[in-house]
């Protein structure tokens, strides 16, 4: 299964692997996807879109089994206060769909924080942009291709 996110990571010559799994149980969330690839729960990040109050749109990638601090997410981005996005509006404004959103890829480059305990592993797992599938991606290198920074957001 190829990508938009896939693509773009080859195109670019940036190491990753993807892996997939089977979606059709509907458990798509990061603690079961983790279970069905025989990965670390600490080491499948979600993506989350949130709104801040002074910039916009912000993604923010954090590990499965945590919860986005909003307070820390609006102190990295720079805003006072930020909100999820909700679930009608991240196909219109990312391309993707809820459980299936990767950082990779979107609609506009929107700016993009990663959980600091990210740079813990050797490689993380984020959406590859569909059910289904995964991409195994050193933080640096995730990073580098979505121009993120890394931040304490849990």
Known sequence: MKTNATR??????????QHTYDSSDGAID???VADKIGAEHEQVFKTLVARGDKTGLCVFCIPGPFELDLKKAA???GNKKVEMIH??????LTGYIRGGCSP???????PTWIDETAQLHERIYVSAGAH???LLISPAYLADAIDASFADLT
């Open 30 to 32: 990061a603690i079961s």
């Open 8 to 17: 773009i990571l080859e195109s670019r010559s940036i190491p990753h692997e």
């Open 132 to 134: 289904g599938a995964q």
């Open 75 to 77: 102190a990295a981005s």
């Open 104 to 110: 990779i890829g979107m609609k506009k480059p929107y």
């Open 87 to 92: 679930v009608r509006e991240l196909l219109p």
